[in-house]
């Protein structure tokens, strides 16, 4: 089932250099780990913004929270979900 | 090149039924010609409401633009467009 | 799975009357239809307002979007989703 | 009476972690306290989110303002009320 | 038990006047009715604006959303509520 | 001459307890002894929130200014302010 | 007393250009009456906007009402209100 | 050339009362002496607000950038800028 | 001296064809006629919208405003005014 | 290819002064390296603002996400992105 995920990201001015290189790169390894589960579909940067749209595949509202809770960068960020589903005129088969 | 898009379409309730029946087949074929030509490479229906979230990859802003004026429905929406790029965790050749 | 769904009805004021009536009756035969089947587990009118908030209890994303739009008012109607699930310190069996 | 009952928690980042604890704490005792009492009829998750939408059943706005005011993240909330009442479609015998 | 109302009125122009009149007419008997019996307690216009604020004394959200339904102008009419209690600085016995 | 105020309060978590508890206790001097002289009119808590909806009868716009801006919690506070007047549906000799 | 007006005006579409010009002309009218009286103490177009920023020396809110409420354009204006009062900064005697 | 300028102040809490002081005095001097120059047309405090209303007349954009830019109180301010002109109808000479 | 322009465009539905054909054929006479007298500096449009973004070169505030005003598309038109200046880093001469 | 950036400064009041300038001399480098070659088109000063209007030519999405992240200043702003083509009526060979 597809989620659409907006996530912004603010981190505090305050946090160390090397707690934010690590919490930076515990996220890239989380989010690849998902992506090649199939969990997290999608993921693009938008265009001068710290922010990415991502597309989630999951089986129900209780995965996506989990996994969107999980995230290490989870407390610095504002997300806003939007359950999506197959469009009647969409004709690639992973569209759903 | 990839572009977020957000359409919100709004019928006026006096157009005609068949006036409605035959432009959303136009919209539909129209919709289908470019996704199969690569230049939709993907659309998803909200869950509950009458918009799309679209994904374009076209070769520049003109085309865009280009493409999204001539929708059939391009008159009865609302359309927000945000300029993507690949994210940097990534793992999909084809998320950029 | 559960969704909270707020539903902003906007009749629009050249609607015959007797059309208008005839809707209401298919609405309130289609919403009680639904709950007694256990898909539309709440609703509730908002004080003061021609709106109501609901609390809808489906398989996935499409089983909502198809009841939804099902509504005989669903032209007539401004609807936001939320989706939900259970809280960690709920307490009632049925609140998930 | 019914009340709908958003609540946004946003805790500071200086916070110490065993003042959160047991803060948390408190509030997941005090929640299912007013649960079994009937006063706190439904509470779920909003998925993505660190916030809860809830369903109070109290005497008048005066019992509502002082239950919400005794929340242990009260002053960490940002809360929105609206009142609700039976909806003339409902067939739920407790959805009033 | 105390509702904070906001009420903005848009009348429809091509109403026709007579039919205005009588509306205004049955407002005004409707509402001054409803303030002798001492359910709604006050009433002010805000400075330039098509709109009041009103303070009602009703049993409870039911008989609120019944009173307001059945405002002559109520099609007509933006509604906005807001649950009020006694303030703990109020000295005025009748402000609760 | 009326003003509909509405005061939202936002004490800065790091303000001593002592300290705000010194200034609760001189708002509420404050406000009671405005309230006895007629000048602030009414004053109701807004539920499950910490801010109120006070009804001003002042001389002119100055003594409104000087009045709000005297009071202790002013600098912690975000205040809105609408001129009233009496409405002409209105029948309480005191509600202008 | 002064206050700070601000009118957009927006004229339908379908309403003759006769009309038009004779209720334009009705507004000159009256607005340069209130000028020359001083109630209406300033007026000023906004770049590029049907609308103005003005500021009225009335004597109390019922004043302003009834004075915006006469304006020939009334009911085809969005008005905005704010009380102001004299700039402690202020050097202009006629600024208050 | 007139524009119109709302400035709304936020001083922080922790800025030291003496500070504070002297920043408000250099900021009375500074405005008057605008003031007197003509180039500061008007200023006006809005009731219950650390905000005012102010008509600049001066040469050009520029001008009007370096003015607002020199404000003592500039850090601490939101400042939104609108273009004004002389309005068809207005009567007071100095009115453009 | 330059300002920033939005012009949104909302054509009404039932403006016949042949009317809007003329209406636009004006109106690009009567842009590129400004373009060439230096007026209007720049014109582009927003990708996916019927919008554009425009600079204005002109004497002040008034002729910004006579020019606007002047749009054969005025009316159907929203239209939003920012005044710029020289930035203290720009290096190209006619960016002023 | 062209696109429309707005920049919003808000530098936090605790940077050290000479921290402030150094970075403020690094963005005017970058700023105007960038402009000599072309890719940072046009910046003006928005009058009363800590901001700036920009136009990109950049060869895409990618380029402008790139430049726009180093800017020095990049984390003190708040920066929208507007993806702009040719005007059909524009007349000057560089706006495209």
Redo the contacts between chains.
Sequence with gaps: ?????RMNVDL??DLPESEVAEILQR??AY??DL??KGKWR????????YA??S?FDVD???E??RL?CGLPLF?FMD??????????????DD?S
Tied chains: 1, 2, 3, 4, 5, 6, 7, 8, 9, 10.
């Design positions: 089932m597809l989620y659409h995920v505090p001015r996220e890239k989010s690849q992506q090649q999608h993921i693009w940067r938008i265009a001068g913004q990415n749209i597309i129900d509202n209780d996506l929270h969107l407390k997300i806003e979900v939007m359950p999506l589903l197959r469009h009647p005129s969409a004709v690639r569209d």
